[in-house]
Structures are given as C-alpha cells and as structure tokens.
C-alpha cells in the first residue's frame, strides 16, 4: 500500500530530477520537448504500466450530475472508461463523484504547473499492482484513463496548481513564447533568448536526435535552430536547439 505522502515525496524527488536533466540518456532518440511533456510519466515509471492507446469513444457513457464532476464514467463488459471532461478545480468532489459512481476511493493532490496546465489531470497512479491504461494529448495532458473490470483498488490523482513565485512546475509545457523564435539558428537569437527569464537551462539535439542536457551556451553549435521552450518556473526557462527541424514534431505554441 503507498500512502499519499509517501507517493508525493517520492513524485517530487523524481519529477525535479527529470526536469533539471541530471540524467538523460545521450543515444535517446526521443526529442526533448516530447519527454518533457511526459516528464511526470517518466517519474511514475516504477509504478505505473503506461500504455497510450487509441480508444474510440463508444456509446452508453453516463454523464456527471453537477459541476465538480471531472469524469464521464462509462462501464463496458470488458472495461470501465474515465474520460476527463473538465478541468479540477474541486478535488473532493472529484472523490466523491468515483466513490458514488464506481465505488472507488481516491486522492486527489495539486502540483505545481505551468499556468496552461492549471486543473489538467497529469498522472494517475493506483495504491496496488493494478495499473491504470492512459491516453494524452500533445501537451501530456491525460485526456482518458481505463480501468479493468473489477477493479478495486484506490487511485492516485495528479493535477496542475498555480505554482508560488519561484516554485519549480513540475507540470510543463511549450510556451508560446517559442513561435517568437523557432527556427532560428542560435547565433543569431542567442543573447536575447538568453535574457528571457533570471535562469535559462539549455538542451542541444543532435543529427541523430540524441539529446545532451544542461550544455553551457558557450558550446550550443552557432547554426543549431531553437526548436522549443519550456518554463521551469515563473523565471526560468528551458530552451533546446536542434541540429535541425526534420522529422521533429513541432508543438502548436511554436507556430
């Protein structure tokens, strides 16, 4: 049984270190920006089994019955289905709507994110063996959850909260901020990229994709293109330079 505390101690232990890079793998062929929408995924890891599926919505789904409803529940032969419909700005009601309807306990817990995550449910994790199937949408956003039938096991709910000023998100996104410069090599947005925020972190992407974290921007190749940002807190910036732009998906806020 993991306790909520012991759940969040350990999420924040993980979701920093994977936000500050201190150990990516160099052949990774992933972009930067694709993990760090996942980055609360990768820090689950040990304890959820993530399978991203396509489900088609199927009818029969039944509805919330009043506002703090996050979940349209649908229960199938094979499968219950949790599609996330709205944002959680009421955690305990959120409890209560899987308790009425499924019978199930939860936890709900806030974590610091970037302001476009606030109420988005980020990971759910399960106090036993039995881990839930997920779907995301680019963002890292979960968009539905699967359970199998008779499950009975309390889960674990992760969603995005306002940060306090200088408090690290461990919910990120690509800022839109990124149409501003993406594309453009380094040598020549480099000093006013630089200057965006206090602390600017940097990532650089190779021809193969293999990705080099915290590189000092005296060593980001003067032709490399910036291909993302993302925000580490109110005034620290994540900032990755590609090789190049083929083949790596571009993220909406960089359009």
Known sequence: MTSLKNFQNDLGRELVGAAHRQA??????QPAFSRRRFATVVALAAVLLIVTVTIVDLPGSVGPDDAVAAFAITELDNRIELKVIDIITDPEGVEAQLEDELGLQAEVFAVASDPQLIGQVSAIGTSGDIAPQMVFDNNGVVTKVVLPVGFQESLIIEYGRAAESGEPYLMTVTS??????????????GAEVDGLAGLVRYETIDTDIAVTPEVDIVDIPGDYVLIDIAALSDDSYLVSYAANTTSLPIHPNCQ
């Open 24 to 29: 990516a793998d160099a052949n990774q062929r």
């Open 176 to 189: 839109p901020v990124c149409a501003t410069y993406f594309g453009q090599p380094f040598t020549m947005i």
